[in-house]
């Protein structure tokens, strides 16, 4: 029997108390950074950018424990108009609108994509409860559940940010104020992975090999194109940005490979790979929003976010540049800090398909971990760049010269973070184990400890490699006291103060400092072939040898927007155009409009019904 209203309005499984926990561990240090970082604005607008924040955190918990795809649709686009609303918050500014204009335009893209999918899931079920969506899924044509992979993806990949289809991201986050992006970044777009994990693998079931190779082709492009245009980009939020791209691509790796795996009838590979992609995704969850509270203090206290116009934070603001310091180490991987687990629990999962497949399969699993390696590498570059430029070196402006450390409040919302990123590498022990059952709950696979194959234990031992937290925790400890009482005690007894070697010039300042353009121009011509950079070079000489002024102007090609975007615009707006001759204002044509269109239901009527 057909049913239009829902009998399950929430639903509470592992997988959501999961997100539910991610929501409230980014939103909590959020709500306190807020206090100071709001603290110049008026109280009216004080008043409505709280209400706004605690709208768009309600209405991410209300996606996660629907029960029901009416309410999940509804609670997805209050998300979507919640977020809309503080991305444009400050309105003032034409960018503001125009990266509002361009999330709204893709966000309900994505939505529409995600309604055509239900409505045919609600066509074969005959009603909107995922238990019966579930029951039905199964009996499904092949056809139709590929058309509601399709539509269902392509939905929540552009909610998500994944390239190409990411266009709208490195607009909106830095627009918003930071706690937003902190929010938006950390967990709004992880809410779209949710979407992929509660109907691709618990609503549809075990789909074809090809769902899932499609899924980490898409996560391979979103890797590499988000991690190169951020090694580009000196904006510091954007460059953030940027980099939500790249690690959404490497947390659906994880899901990607757990849907290939358990088509080809692998499933403690699969519950490897699904671990590794929510363990990352609560690390991204954390490190990223601690960089963007970060990035918000820089900006609060500078009022700029171009790099090139900052250096030598690291003095005037200690906590800050400690703090971002955490979140750049957890991001670019490095141990014992959480990035660099989660990342190693996803090559040991490609490492299992690669040991424990043939053929094909086994070449897709190296091309796979060959992306994350080359991702890895260049995020760690690409922070290198954003730590040593921001923080490093003599100040490139008045505004870095004068700048300040924040509120005690902002600091506390950074420290919190900072706290969590380092415990989650730490006790990676204690934590493992429970995203593991997640895992297996969703992937429908009895709990109890994951037997890999013996074949995989001489390349990535999982049992091995795990970390005792109190060691771990000890040795941490240990080093810094004793890098504490190095530098309080002994490193202050002999203390020389030099002029650094100026290689036969004088009077160095920060002009002669190495740039963030210089750091990334290895790269620009390393990827050459899809950034298609141009330069233009100005010179005015007072002679042959002595030059006045010197101007230098880089650039790369935005590719997607010029190849993809604005062909597709163009093509809109030329329909429009043409459409407009349908409507001349002419009050009698309107008319006729009307009455062809009765006189063709008139027909299909007749034509139905004989």
């Not at 671990?275 to 690390?283: D, E, K, M």
Request: hydrophobic share 55%.
């Amino acid at each position: 029997m057909t049913t239009f209203f829902p009998q399950q309005l929430f639903y509470l499984d592992p997988l959501a108390i999961f997100f539910l926990a991610v929501i409230g561990l980014v939103s909590l240090p959020s709500a306190v950074f807020s206090v100071g970082y709001l603290r110049s604005e008026s109280p009216a607008r004080r008043a409505l950018a709280w209400v706004l924040f605690l709208a768009f955190a309600l209405s991410m918990c209300l996606v996660v424990v629907s029960g029901n795809l009416f309410s999940f649709l509804v609670f997805w686009e209050l998300m979507s108009l919640f977020s809309y609303f503080l991305v444009v918050f400050d309105h003032t500014h034409e960018k503001s609108v125009r990266a509002g204009t361009v999330y709204f335009v893709m966000t309900h893209i994505g939505t529409a994509l995600i309604m055509a999918a239900f409505l045919i899931l609600y066509a074969q079920a005959g009603s909107f409860d995922f238990t019966a969506v579930k029951q039905a899924a199964s009996a499904m044509p092949g056809s139709a559940r590929n058309i509601v992979f399709l539509l269902l993806f392509l939905g929540f990949a552009a909610k998500a940010g994944v390239a190409p289809l990411h266009i709208w991201l490195p607009l909106a986050h830095p627009q918003a104020p930071s706690h937003i992006s902190s929010m938006m970044s950390g967990v709004m777009i992880k809410i779209a992975v949710y979407g992929m994990a509660r109907f691709f693998i618990l609503c549809l079931g075990t789909g074809p090999a090809w769902w899932g190779g499609c899924i980490l082709a898409f996560a391979v492009v979103s890797c590499l194109i988000g991690v190169i245009y951020a090694l580009m980009d000196h904006d510091l939020k954007r460059l953030l940005a940027y980099h939500s791209v790249e690690n959404i691509g490497i947390i659906l790796l994880g899901v990607g490979a757990a849907m290939f795996f358990t088509s080809k009838g692998m499933p403690a590979e699969a519950a490897l790979a699904l671990c590794a992609g929510l363990y990352h995704l609560i690390n991204h969850a954390l490190f990223k929003a601690l960089l963007f509270l970060c990035s918000g203090s820089v900006v609060k206290a500078t009022g700029i976010r171009d790099m090139e116009k900052m250096g030598g934070l690291i003095k005037v603001m200690p906590w800050t540049a400690g703090f971002f310091l955490v979140g750049a180490m957890g991001i670019s991987a490095l141990p014992p800090l959480n990035g660099f687990v989660s990342e190693w629990l996803m090559f040991q999962s490609f490492f299992a398909g690669i040991i424990n497949s043939f053929g094909g399969v086994k070449l897709y699993m190296v091309l796979c971990a060959a992306a994350l390696a080359l991702t890895s590498g260049l995020a760690a570059a690409c922070f290198v760049k954003a730590f040593g430029i921001t923080f490093l070196a003599l100040p490139r402006s008045r505004r870095a010269q004068d700048a300040h450390e924040v509120s005690l409040s902002m600091k506390l919302g950074m420290g919190f973070l900072a706290a969590m990123v380092v415990l989650f590498g730490v006790g990676a022990g204690v934590v493992f184990p429970l995203i593991m059952r997640v895992a297996q709950e969703t992937l429908g696979i009895p709990g109890g400890p994951v037997a890999l194959p013996t074949r995989l234990l001489a390349v990535a031992p999982v049992g091995q490699a795990s970390i005792s937290p109190f060691l771990m925790t000890a040795v941490l400890g240990l080093t810094a006291l004793a890098a504490f009482i190095w530098f309080r005690f002994v490193s202050r007894r002999k203390k020389s103060t030099y002029n650094t070697w100026d290689c036969g010039y004088y009077d160095l300042d920060s002009r002669n400092e190495y740039t963030a353009t210089a750091f990334s121009k290895k790269f620009r011509f390393a990827f050459s072939f899809f950034l298609l950079p141009y330069r233009k070079v100005d010179k005015i000489r007072e002679s042959f040898y002595h030059v006045r002024s010197f101007t230098y102007e880089t650039h790369t090609t935005a590719v997607f927007e010029k190849h993809i975007y604005k062909p597709l615009l163009g093509l809109i707006y030329g329909m429009a155009l043409r459409m407009r001759k349908l409507q001349p204002g002419s009050i009698n044509l309107y008319i006729l409009y009307i009455f062809l269109a009765l006189v063709i239901l008139i027909g299909i009527t007749g034509v139905l019904n004989p």
